[in-house]
T-cell receptor
Framework: DAKTTQPPSMDCAEGRAANLPCNHSTISGNEYVYWYRQIHSQGPQYIIHGLKNNETNEMASLIITEDRKSSTLILPHATLRDTAVYYCIVRDNSGGGADGLTFGKGTHLIIQP | GAVVSQHPSWVICKSGTSVKIECRSLDFQATTMFWYRQFPKQSLMLMATSNEGSKATYEQGVEKDKFLINHASLTLSTLTVTSAHPEDSSFYIC???????????FGSGTQLSVL
């Protein structure tokens, strides 16, 4: 799976939109972009994933550039409970679930009151 | 979404004893489950892939005789840390794919402290 690069930490004010960037310049055509987050001392939580189109769900929006070499996770109205480490992961789904996910170091997002 | 239940959430044991951690998929069947380990301030590291009815596949550097994995049913995988030592103290997390294999669901983790 392709490697991803994320800033180690970011701050965001409560109530504002949090925009978390991720670079995946070596992504291949059949690899998806996944975002998970891990709140302290808990298991990771799935947020969203996409292939090339922008995606939105109840938690966040995922914006993928046209060349697919980078993406941005957007939390539209950040709350204190969004403070967590956010992981951007690129994964080929053709294995049908036989492979686990490879986690990088992620971005520690801190929401400031 | 699918639910993965992990038990216990924390355990303290003496050095030299064995500890078993259970991972259950509550509302779906999981032919494959994954075990991760996470040390403080570090990312999750995949330890092994647990396959129902067959032997687990271990990542390089993970001792299969020390970390015994049993996946006897489609909803239960267990990880046994044998002869635990203080350096085995870590946060252990299991996970499984939901239907279609597109999303990985994680348990809440087990904090193991070996004295």
């Amino acid at each position: 799976d392709a490697k991803t690069t994320q800033p180690p930490s970011m701050d965001c004010a409560e109530g504002r939109a949090a925009n978390l960037p991720c670079n995946h310049s070596t992504i291949s055509g059949n690899e998806y972009v996944y975002w998970y987050r891990q709140i302290h001392s808990q298991g990771p939580q799935y947020i969203i994933h996409g292939l090339k189109n922008n995606e939105t769900n109840e938690m966040a929006s995922l914006i993928i550039t046209e060349d697919r070499k980078s993406s941005t996770l957007i939390l539209p109205h950040a709350t204190l409970r969004d403070t967590a480490v956010y992981y951007c992961i690129v994964r080929d789904n053709s294995g049908g679930g036989a492979d686990g996910l490879t986690f990088g170091k992620g971005t520690h997002l801190i929401i400031q009151p | 979404g699918a639910v993965v239940s992990q038990h216990p959430s924390w355990v303290i044991c003496k050095s030299g004893t064995s500890v078993k951690i259970e991972c259950r998929s509550l509302d779906f069947q999981a032919t494959t489950m994954f075990w991760y380990r996470q040390f403080p301030k570090q990312s999750l590291m995949l330890m092994a892939t647990s396959n129902e009815g067959s032997k687990a596949t271990y990542e390089q550097g993970v001792e299969k005789d020390k970390f015994l994995i049993n996946h006897a049913s489609l909803t239960l995988s267990t990880l046994t840390v044998t002869s635990a030592h203080p350096e085995d103290s870590s946060f252990y997390i299991c996970s499984a794919h939901g239907q279609g294999g597109f999303r990985l669901f994680f348990g809440s983790g087990t904090q193991l402290s070996v004295l």
